[in-house]
């Protein structure tokens, strides 16, 4: 469902809409208007032409009501408030009967005096909006029958408004576009919006690292290859389930991080693990999915070469030898190397950390078989040649410089500073099974 509300009266009654527009003049800066051009111009003149958000249909020589009958056949607006004059129904414009038959086909509320538009628009308010940040070109779905589908499990329940992300554009600043409005229409105060993110690891931390420590609760549709944030807080990777899982209302407030100042969500990686997610191309990930990263991870065994990281935590320094980093926040059992404590605890206020110190490709091999029994049993790895450890702040510098990977992103920087965002992300998620 939109937020827009189309907003029009015939010329005698013009003057009726503009009081009763007044009257309700909080809730509706909430919403966007459309509404013809003499209406357009009376709620200029009325109000603070920065509190709203305002669009003007064509007058009637250009067809105005017909531009609105396309706007509704498409979606585009969640309601109609037609003050009509019983009498010029067959004459005036806008034309009843034509924006009546639009509604009628799509299905949407149409309201004709003060009551019956009052009572609309407390319906209307009183929903949740949803902005999702939807990426069409996630995962090996048909984007045009996801979006069909979500909006179809949703829409009953949420006014969803669908922001596409765009190659030239960063999804994490349109998450932050819709924060700010968020935020400045108090939306949130009402406990009525919500952000939701579909699309790959990518596009989720994105939208995660903007909506850290705002409260507004987030959303996660997956649809990508690997999924692992989805995974690891337990959310459906089916597209029916993981919408139903919004609509039950469930949240987890979980912790978060930042790496450089770059918000993580998940975990991060140096040597291994970097040199895994590198290796893992767009059309190797469409063709095989997570056996993609698998394959990677063959590749970069043989490759993989020992670097020395000297680690800082809470004022002390040591030095290891070691092959591979990794430090998580949140993270699936299939992410092995962030496995060596057996579990990865999203909302325990730290992050944990997995260092790998094989001297040789046997000792790796075996060092993965440990950590994939770890991930199994839920228990720390006893192998001398991994180190674990929890922390809430950590500084790495590596000798010679390793490649970074943040959350399945690739990155240059030495040294890397880690911490800990207790509490800073609410996520709706099952509840727990006991």
Known sequence: MPRTLAVLAHPSRVDTLLDWLSKHHGVLTHFQIMAPLNVAQGIEQGWDINTIDLVTLKDASQGGDIELGAHILAGNVAGVIFFADPEAIATSFPSFTLVLRACQIQGIPIALNDVSATLLLRGIAESQIAYLIFNPVAGQGNPNTDLALIKEVLEPQIMVNVITTQVDLDPAE??????????????HDMGRSLIIASGGDGTVSAVAGAAMNTGIPLGI??????????????????????????LAGNTHVIDA?????????????????AGMVDGASRQLKNELGNLAYVLSGVRQLAA??????????????????????????VAPPTSVLAQGLGEVIPDDGLLE??????????????????????????????RDDITCLRTNRLKITTDPPQKLVIDGEILEANPVIFECLPQALTVFAPLKTV
Do not use: Y
Not at 261 to 270: E, F, K, Q, T, Y
Not at 354 to 382: D, E, F, H, K, Y
């Open 174 to 187: 349109q998450a932050r576009e819709i924060i700010d409005h968020v935020l400045s229409k108090k939306e």
């Open 353 to 382: 950390v997995t260092i790998a110190t094989s001297t040789t490709r046997l000792q790796g091999i075996n060092a993965l078989a440990s950590l994939v029994a770890a991930a199994a049993w839920g228990n720390p790895t006893q």
């Open 221 to 246: 549709i997956p649809r990508g290859t690997a999924n692992a944030f989805s995974v690891g807080l337990g959310i459906p990777t089916n597209l029916r389930s993981a919408c139903e899982t919004i």
């Open 304 to 329: 993989a070469e020992a670097f020395t990281a000297t680690l800082e935590i809470e004022g002390k320094e040591s030095t290891v030898t070691t092959n591979a980093i990794t430090v998580a926040n």
């Open 257 to 273: 991080a930042r790496c450089n100042d770059i918000p993580m969500i998940l975990l991060a990686g140096v040597g291994f693990e």
